[in-house]
């Protein structure tokens, strides 16, 4: 069974950055696309980013567009998300999720199979 696990998240000040990792263990995800959602109090769990091999699909609202980053490190099973120019709608419960499909790359919710608990992010003054 895989599982998840999200740290690094946090209070921070608007403007600020943050990093948040996830440790995947249970199964080998490499063909698996890795994503990273976040879902704010009475909102829809939304997609952030997604990555698989040395493709990543970035969520190209403007709420978060030009701000994020995410890596993966496929030999320890990590996946990092770096958050910068930080605002106070940033502020949500980050989860990272494993895709249903080998060498797909998928952005919905439904397409993911394996969650995370969550990390929080607070992102206020």
């Known amino acids: 069974q895989v599982q998840l696990v999200e740290s690094g998240g946090g209070l921070v000040q608007p403007g600020g950055s943050l990093r948040l990792s996830c440790a995947a263990s249970g199964g080998t995800l490499s063909n698996y696309a890795m994503g990273w959602f976040r879902q704010a109090p009475g909102m829809e769990r939304e997609f952030v980013a997604a990555i698989i091999g040395n493709v990543t699909s970035t969520n190209r609202a403007d709420s978060v567009k030009g701000r994020i980053t995410m890596s993966r490190d496929n030999a320890k099973n990590t996946v990092t998300l770096q958050m910068n120019s930080l605002k106070p709608e940033d502020t949500a419960v980050y989860y990272c999720?494993?895709?249903?499909?080998?060498?797909?790359?998928?952005?919905?919710?439904?397409?993911?199979?394996?969650w995370g608990q969550g990390t929080q992010v607070t992102v206020s003054s």
């Open positions: 999720a494993v895709g249903r499909r080998r060498g797909w790359l998928p952005d919905r919710v439904d397409d993911f199979a394996y």
